[in-house]
Protein backbone atom coordinates (compact mmCIF):
# COMPACT_ATOMS: atom_id res chain seq x y z
CA UNK A 1 0.00 0.00 0.00
CA UNK A 2 1.55 3.26 -0.68
CA UNK A 3 0.54 7.11 -0.84
CA UNK A 4 -0.92 8.68 -4.16
CA UNK A 5 2.57 10.99 -4.05
CA UNK A 6 4.38 7.90 -3.63
CA UNK A 7 6.23 7.38 -7.75
CA UNK A 8 6.47 4.02 -8.56
CA UNK A 9 9.97 2.70 -10.10
CA UNK A 10 11.29 -0.75 -11.16
CA UNK A 11 14.16 -1.51 -9.32
CA UNK A 12 16.20 -1.14 -12.30
CA UNK A 13 14.86 2.77 -12.61
CA UNK A 14 15.68 3.32 -9.06
CA UNK A 15 18.35 6.78 -8.95
CA UNK A 16 19.92 8.36 -6.37
CA UNK A 17 17.78 10.36 -3.88
CA UNK A 18 14.93 7.28 -3.52
CA UNK A 19 14.25 6.13 -0.55
CA UNK A 20 12.16 3.07 -1.68
CA UNK A 21 9.32 0.63 -0.12
CA UNK A 22 9.17 -2.78 -0.52
CA UNK A 23 6.39 -4.73 1.51
CA UNK A 24 7.52 -8.34 -0.08
CA UNK A 25 4.94 -11.17 0.42
CA UNK A 26 7.58 -13.89 0.48
CA UNK A 27 11.24 -15.08 -0.01
CA UNK A 28 10.20 -15.23 -3.63
CA UNK A 29 10.01 -11.50 -4.12
CA UNK A 30 12.36 -9.94 -1.83
CA UNK A 31 14.61 -12.68 -4.18
CA UNK A 32 13.29 -11.35 -7.33
CA UNK A 33 13.59 -7.60 -6.15
CA UNK A 34 16.13 -6.96 -3.38
CA UNK A 35 18.56 -9.84 -5.37
CA UNK A 36 18.24 -7.83 -8.39
CA UNK A 37 18.71 -4.54 -6.61
CA UNK A 38 21.90 -6.14 -5.01
CA UNK A 39 23.47 -8.12 -8.29
CA UNK A 40 23.05 -5.09 -10.74
CA UNK A 41 25.10 -2.99 -8.12
CA UNK A 42 27.98 -4.97 -7.87
CA UNK A 43 28.10 -5.59 -11.24
CA UNK A 44 28.44 -1.80 -11.72
CA UNK A 45 30.80 -1.33 -9.25
CA UNK A 46 28.64 0.74 -6.62
CA UNK A 47 29.13 0.09 -3.11
CA UNK A 48 26.59 -1.68 -1.33
CA UNK A 49 25.40 -2.14 1.90
CA UNK A 50 22.82 -4.16 3.27
CA UNK A 51 21.31 -3.59 6.91
CA UNK A 52 20.90 -6.74 8.74
CA UNK A 53 18.88 -7.95 12.00
CA UNK A 54 21.79 -9.96 12.62
CA UNK A 55 25.39 -11.13 11.24
CA UNK A 56 23.47 -14.64 9.73
CA UNK A 57 21.74 -13.18 7.01
CA UNK A 58 21.09 -14.56 3.34
CA UNK A 59 21.74 -11.59 1.05
CA UNK A 60 19.21 -11.75 -1.38
CA UNK A 61 20.84 -12.62 -4.82
CA UNK A 62 24.11 -13.76 -3.64
CA UNK A 63 23.52 -17.49 -3.23
CA UNK A 64 26.37 -19.18 -4.63
CA UNK A 65 28.27 -15.94 -5.40
CA UNK A 66 31.48 -14.53 -3.71
CA UNK A 67 31.66 -10.55 -3.99
CA UNK A 68 34.26 -8.31 -3.76
CA UNK A 69 33.60 -7.90 0.09
CA UNK A 70 35.20 -4.03 -0.76
CA UNK A 71 31.87 -3.27 -2.78
CA UNK A 72 29.57 -5.42 -0.57
CA UNK A 73 29.40 -5.11 3.57
CA UNK A 74 26.94 -6.30 5.42
CA UNK A 75 25.98 -4.41 8.69
CA UNK A 76 24.47 -6.26 11.51
CA UNK A 77 22.30 -4.01 13.90
CA UNK A 78 22.43 -5.90 17.07
CA UNK A 79 23.50 -2.76 18.37
CA UNK A 80 20.14 -0.98 18.28
CA UNK A 81 18.54 -3.33 20.42
CA UNK A 82 18.47 -1.14 23.52
CA UNK A 83 19.44 -3.03 27.14
CA UNK A 84 15.65 -3.19 27.25
CA UNK A 85 15.19 -4.67 25.00
CA UNK A 86 13.37 -1.68 22.70
CA UNK A 87 14.47 -0.90 19.50
CA UNK A 88 17.27 2.02 19.06
CA UNK A 89 16.24 4.69 15.91
CA UNK A 90 19.52 5.96 16.43
CA UNK A 91 21.73 2.84 16.77
CA UNK A 92 20.65 2.45 13.19
CA UNK A 93 21.00 5.83 11.36
CA UNK A 94 24.62 5.60 13.36
CA UNK A 95 25.47 2.39 11.81
CA UNK A 96 23.82 3.59 8.35
CA UNK A 97 25.72 7.36 8.13
CA UNK A 98 29.37 5.52 9.13
CA UNK A 99 29.06 3.22 5.84
CA UNK A 100 27.76 5.75 3.83
CA UNK A 101 30.51 8.30 4.66
CA UNK A 102 33.04 5.23 4.43
CA UNK A 103 31.65 4.56 1.02
CA UNK A 104 31.91 8.26 -0.12
CA UNK A 105 35.57 8.60 1.57
CA UNK A 106 36.65 6.00 -1.01
CA UNK A 107 35.14 7.57 -4.27
CA UNK A 108 31.97 5.46 -4.87
CA UNK A 109 29.81 7.04 -7.41
CA UNK A 110 26.90 5.54 -6.38
CA UNK A 111 25.56 3.98 -3.14
CA UNK A 112 23.08 1.52 -2.27
CA UNK A 113 21.39 0.80 0.98
CA UNK A 114 19.17 -1.85 1.73
CA UNK A 115 17.61 -3.29 4.59
CA UNK A 116 15.24 -5.69 5.75
CA UNK A 117 13.78 -4.52 9.28
CA UNK A 118 11.16 -6.66 9.52
CA UNK A 119 13.25 -7.80 12.52
CA UNK A 120 12.31 -4.90 14.62
CA UNK A 121 8.37 -5.57 14.87
CA UNK A 122 9.54 -8.20 17.62
CA UNK A 123 10.25 -5.68 19.72
CA UNK A 124 8.31 -3.48 22.09
CA UNK A 125 7.16 -0.55 20.67
CA UNK A 126 8.85 -1.96 16.98
CA UNK A 127 6.46 -0.21 14.77
CA UNK A 128 6.58 3.31 16.45
CA UNK A 129 10.29 3.20 16.56
CA UNK A 130 10.58 2.03 13.06
CA UNK A 131 8.45 4.74 11.89
CA UNK A 132 10.70 7.03 13.53
CA UNK A 133 13.98 5.77 11.89
CA UNK A 134 12.28 5.44 8.53
CA UNK A 135 11.23 9.23 8.94
CA UNK A 136 14.85 10.16 9.42
CA UNK A 137 16.22 7.95 6.52
CA UNK A 138 13.81 9.54 4.18
CA UNK A 139 15.43 13.24 4.83
CA UNK A 140 18.88 11.98 4.78
CA UNK A 141 18.58 9.73 1.54
CA UNK A 142 16.05 11.99 -0.56
CA UNK A 143 18.30 15.06 -0.73
CA UNK A 144 21.44 12.62 -1.87
CA UNK A 145 23.19 12.97 -5.64
CA UNK A 146 24.75 9.06 -4.56
CA UNK A 147 22.49 7.14 -2.26
CA UNK A 148 19.72 4.80 -3.02
CA UNK A 149 18.14 2.92 -0.86
CA UNK A 150 15.29 0.50 -0.56
CA UNK A 151 13.35 -0.72 2.97
CA UNK A 152 12.13 -4.12 3.20
CA UNK A 153 9.61 -5.72 5.17
CA UNK A 154 7.55 -8.65 5.61
CA UNK A 155 3.59 -7.38 4.59
CA UNK A 156 2.98 -10.60 6.00
CA UNK A 157 3.94 -9.16 9.56
CA UNK A 158 1.52 -5.87 9.04
CA UNK A 159 -1.75 -4.57 9.53
CA UNK A 160 -3.44 -2.27 6.88
CA UNK A 161 -2.63 0.42 8.95
CA UNK A 162 0.91 -0.51 9.91
CA UNK A 163 1.56 -1.05 6.28
CA UNK A 164 0.07 2.72 5.32
CA UNK A 165 1.89 4.54 7.76
CA UNK A 166 5.34 2.99 6.82
CA UNK A 167 4.26 3.52 3.05
CA UNK A 168 4.03 7.11 4.21
CA UNK A 169 7.63 7.45 5.34
CA UNK A 170 8.89 6.98 1.71
CA UNK A 171 8.93 9.13 -1.62
CA UNK A 172 8.93 5.35 -3.80
CA UNK A 173 7.87 2.31 -4.14
CA UNK A 174 9.87 -0.36 -6.17
CA UNK A 175 8.13 -3.06 -8.43
CA UNK A 176 9.95 -5.96 -10.09
CA UNK A 177 11.43 -5.29 -13.52
CA UNK A 178 9.09 -5.98 -16.23
CA UNK A 179 9.94 -9.39 -17.54
CA UNK A 180 8.92 -8.11 -20.75
CA UNK A 181 8.29 -4.27 -21.89
CA UNK A 182 8.31 -2.19 -25.17
CA UNK A 183 5.81 0.58 -26.28
CA UNK A 184 2.77 -1.45 -26.95
CA UNK A 185 2.87 -4.29 -24.21
CA UNK A 186 4.39 -4.60 -20.81
CA UNK A 187 4.17 -7.73 -18.78
CA UNK A 188 5.27 -7.53 -15.08
CA UNK A 189 5.91 -10.45 -12.23
CA UNK A 190 3.40 -10.49 -9.44
CA UNK A 191 3.97 -12.48 -6.10
CA UNK A 192 0.71 -12.27 -4.60
CA UNK A 193 -1.08 -13.99 -6.13
CA UNK A 194 1.62 -15.44 -8.20
CA UNK A 195 1.51 -14.86 -11.79
CA UNK A 196 1.92 -11.66 -14.60
CA UNK A 197 0.35 -8.16 -14.97
CA UNK A 198 0.19 -7.38 -18.69
CA UNK A 199 -0.77 -3.81 -19.61
CA UNK A 200 -1.22 -2.85 -23.44
CA UNK A 201 -2.16 -4.65 -26.39
CA UNK A 202 -1.38 -8.25 -26.90
CA UNK A 203 -1.25 -9.17 -30.58
CA UNK A 204 0.09 -12.13 -32.38
CA UNK A 205 3.94 -10.41 -32.86
CA UNK A 206 4.20 -11.10 -28.73
CA UNK A 207 2.84 -13.82 -28.38
CA UNK A 208 6.44 -15.76 -27.66
CA UNK A 209 7.09 -13.12 -25.10
CA UNK A 210 4.15 -13.87 -23.04
CA UNK A 211 4.99 -17.75 -23.33
CA UNK A 212 8.40 -17.21 -22.62
CA UNK A 213 7.17 -15.05 -19.23
CA UNK A 214 4.39 -18.06 -18.88
CA UNK A 215 7.24 -20.79 -18.46
CA UNK A 216 9.48 -18.94 -16.52
CA UNK A 217 6.24 -18.33 -13.87
CA UNK A 218 5.02 -21.84 -14.08
CA UNK A 219 8.83 -23.19 -13.80
CA UNK A 220 8.53 -21.40 -10.52
CA UNK A 221 5.16 -22.05 -9.40
CA UNK A 222 5.48 -25.26 -7.51
CA UNK A 223 2.24 -26.41 -8.53
CA UNK A 224 0.41 -23.34 -7.47
CA UNK A 225 -2.49 -22.04 -9.33
CA UNK A 226 -1.55 -18.90 -11.87
CA UNK A 227 -3.29 -15.21 -12.35
CA UNK A 228 -2.79 -13.22 -15.11
CA UNK A 229 -3.80 -9.51 -14.37
CA UNK A 230 -5.98 -8.56 -17.26
CA UNK A 231 -6.92 -4.95 -16.21
CA UNK A 232 -4.39 -2.79 -18.39
CA UNK A 233 -4.83 -5.01 -21.41
CA UNK A 234 -6.69 -2.86 -24.17
CA UNK A 235 -6.74 -5.85 -26.41
CA UNK A 236 -5.66 -9.29 -26.90
CA UNK A 237 -6.31 -11.53 -30.30
CA UNK A 238 -7.92 -14.54 -30.29
CA UNK A 239 -4.44 -16.34 -31.26
CA UNK A 240 -3.37 -15.45 -27.44
CA UNK A 241 -6.91 -17.10 -26.10
CA UNK A 242 -5.88 -19.87 -27.89
CA UNK A 243 -2.11 -20.31 -26.04
CA UNK A 244 -3.80 -19.41 -23.08
CA UNK A 245 -6.19 -22.04 -22.81
CA UNK A 246 -3.21 -24.72 -24.34
CA UNK A 247 -1.38 -23.63 -21.34
CA UNK A 248 -4.59 -24.02 -18.64
CA UNK A 249 -4.85 -27.48 -20.79
CA UNK A 250 -1.39 -29.21 -19.65
CA UNK A 251 -2.08 -27.78 -16.34
CA UNK A 252 -4.83 -29.12 -15.65
CA UNK A 253 -3.58 -31.63 -13.08
CA UNK A 254 -1.79 -29.08 -11.01
CA UNK A 255 -3.18 -25.47 -10.55
CA UNK A 256 -5.39 -23.29 -12.46
CA UNK A 257 -4.97 -21.00 -14.92
CA UNK A 258 -6.76 -17.61 -13.51
CA UNK A 259 -7.58 -14.77 -15.28
CA UNK A 260 -8.21 -11.43 -13.17
CA UNK A 261 -9.83 -8.03 -13.79
CA UNK A 262 -10.73 -9.42 -17.72
CA UNK A 263 -12.13 -6.35 -19.35
CA UNK A 264 -16.14 -6.63 -19.70
CA UNK A 265 -16.11 -7.17 -23.53
CA UNK A 266 -13.96 -10.04 -23.24
CA UNK A 267 -14.74 -11.97 -20.33
CA UNK A 268 -18.50 -12.10 -22.64
CA UNK A 269 -17.03 -13.25 -25.22
CA UNK A 270 -15.48 -16.46 -23.47
CA UNK A 271 -18.38 -16.82 -21.77
CA UNK A 272 -20.12 -16.89 -24.78
CA UNK A 273 -18.03 -19.62 -26.99
CA UNK A 274 -17.52 -21.77 -23.44
CA UNK A 275 -13.88 -20.83 -22.79
CA UNK A 276 -14.73 -20.29 -19.20
CA UNK A 277 -15.24 -24.19 -18.57
CA UNK A 278 -12.34 -25.03 -20.14
CA UNK A 279 -10.07 -27.70 -18.38
CA UNK A 280 -7.60 -25.73 -15.98
CA UNK A 281 -8.61 -22.59 -16.93
CA UNK A 282 -10.50 -20.10 -14.54
CA UNK A 283 -12.37 -16.85 -14.98
CA UNK A 284 -11.28 -15.17 -11.44
CA UNK A 285 -11.93 -11.64 -9.70
CA UNK A 286 -13.67 -8.44 -11.93
Known amino acids: METLSSARRPVRELRPGDHAWLAYSGEDEQRYVVGSFVRDGLDAS ?68 TADMTWALDLPDGLSQL ?3 ERHIERAVCPSTRVTAICQIDRRRLTVDARAALAATHS ?23 GLSLLGELDA ?18 GEEIHLDLAGLGFIDLGALNMLADVAARRSNTGPLVLDSMPVQLRTIMETVGWHMLPGLRLGTC
Open 46 to 113: HKVIYLAGSDDVDVPGMTGASPDADLLTVVPLEDARRPDGRFDPGAVLEALAGEIAGAEGGDFGTIRV
Open 131 to 133: LRC
Open 172 to 194: TVVTPNPEFADSVLQIVRTFDPV
Open 205 to 222: SRHMVLDQSLNTVLTASH
